[in-house]
């Protein structure tokens, strides 16, 4: 069974930087989208960003500017560069991958934007 494994998450004080990664445990045939969701406490789980295999990229509007993604379709990663962090980024990041082969997510990894 595929497994995404995330890593990089952490506390970073406001203003700061962090790059999650996310790598499938094996290949993962005709991947369609990758990409990242966040949920804070109380709060409904919500994309932060998407990257199609042709590399389009979708953004919230709240991260735009600040996040990046970029994926390579080889190792079938998919990392999120996350700058100027503000406290409100705060959450549970999760990877996501939609493939011909079916619906993945990671276990998730925690965010943490305080001083």
């Known amino acids: 069974q595929v497994q995404l494994v995330e890593s990089g998450g952490g506390l970073v004080q406001p203003g700061g930087s962090l790059r999650l990664s996310c790598a499938a445990s094996?290949?993962?045939?005709?991947?369609?989208?990758m990409g990242w969701y966040r949920q804070a406490p109380g709060k409904e789980r919500e994309l932060v960003a998407v990257?199609?295999?042709?590399?389009?990229?979708s953004y919230a509007n709240s991260v735009k500017g600040r996040f990046t993604v970029s994926r390579d379709n080889a190792k079938n990663t998919v990392d999120l560069q996350m700058n100027s962090l503000k406290p409100e980024d705060t959450a549970v990041y999760y990877c996501?991958?939609?493939?011909?082969?079916?619906?993945?997510w990671g276990q998730g990894t925690q965010v943490t934007v305080s001083s």
């Open positions: 990257i199609s295999s042709s590399g389009r990229m």
């Open positions: 094996e290949s993962i045939l005709s991947i369609v989208v």
């Open positions: 996501k991958v939609v493939a011909g082969s079916g619906l993945y």
